[in-house]
């Protein structure tokens, strides 16, 4: 059983281009989550979805933000005009959602440097 | 809203002693679920154990248990036999049914040779 894949682990991009990212979660796993961590801090939560529904984002989520999960497989996170404040690990997360099955999956994270 | 505090920034001890991380959380469920999780320097999020808070049972997994105080809102872990390999931030984390996670601010904890 593969883990939470992302991609790209890195991305170096210059202010006012937008980026996007995507994560692969765990086969089978119905719920997924996006989060973001910068240096030294605990991860914070950006957005969820089960299967292809989002059913929650965080009021960090401004409107340059935007996340798809368009067949209930993969998720994709776009960052429009990219601000330098952007920069951080852009953490990606998977659970089965019932059960023991709360438990999340943390995939690698792709790390964002705005310039 | 909830909250999740660590209180240590940071601890230091010497390879197998033992060492407790504190948290302490605030919410107005009574359901839900309690985590420790540990980031070793440029790695993935690993979870290290879990606690539901319907159970007064402490979890335990091989050298990693808690002490889960409910009524106190306190959640701390103990490393029993700390090894090298033990060096990460620890982050504790709470959540409400199968949602989003809380997490502290962690605390960064070396061990010693």
């Known amino acids: 059983d593969t883990g939470v894949s992302q991609d790209p682990r890195h991305k170096i991009t210059k202010r006012g281009q937008n980026v996007t990212f995507r994560c692969d979660p765990i086969?089978?796993?119905?719920?997924l989550y996006w989060y973001r961590q910068t240096l030294g801090q605990g991860p914070e939560f950006l957005t969820y979805f089960q299967n292809e529904a989002q059913l929650e984002k965080s009021r960090l989520l401004s409107d340059r933000f935007s996340a798809e999960r368009p067949k209930g497989s993969f998720s994709t996170l776009e960052i429009q005009r990219t601000e330098q404040g952007d920069s951080a690990m852009y953490l990606c997360?998977?659970?089965?959602?019932?059960?023991?099955?709360?438990?999340?999956?943390f995939g690698p994270g792709t790390r964002l440097t705005v310039t | 809203a909830q909250t999740v505090t660590q209180s240590q920034p940071e601890m230091s001890v010497q390879e197998a002693e033992t060492v407790t991380l504190s948290c302490t959380y605030d919410t107005s469920e009574s359901n839900y679920y309690l985590f420790w999780y540990k980031q070793p320097p440029s790695r993935q999020m690993i979870l290290v154990i879990r606690q539901e808070a319907y159970k007064q049972q402490n979890a335990t997994e091989n050298r990693f248990s808690v002490n889960f105080q409910k009524a106190a809102k306190s959640f701390s872990l103990k490393i029993s036999d700390s090894q090298l390999g033990d060096t990460a931030m620890y982050f504790c984390?709470?959540?409400?049914?199968?949602?989003?996670?809380?997490f502290g601010q962690g605390t960064r904890l070396t061990i010693n040779p």
């Open positions: 086969s089978e796993h119905n719920r």
């Open positions: 997360a998977s659970s089965l959602g019932r059960g023991r099955s709360y438990e999340q999956y």
């Open positions: 984390a709470f959540m409400r049914g199968a949602q989003k996670l809380v």
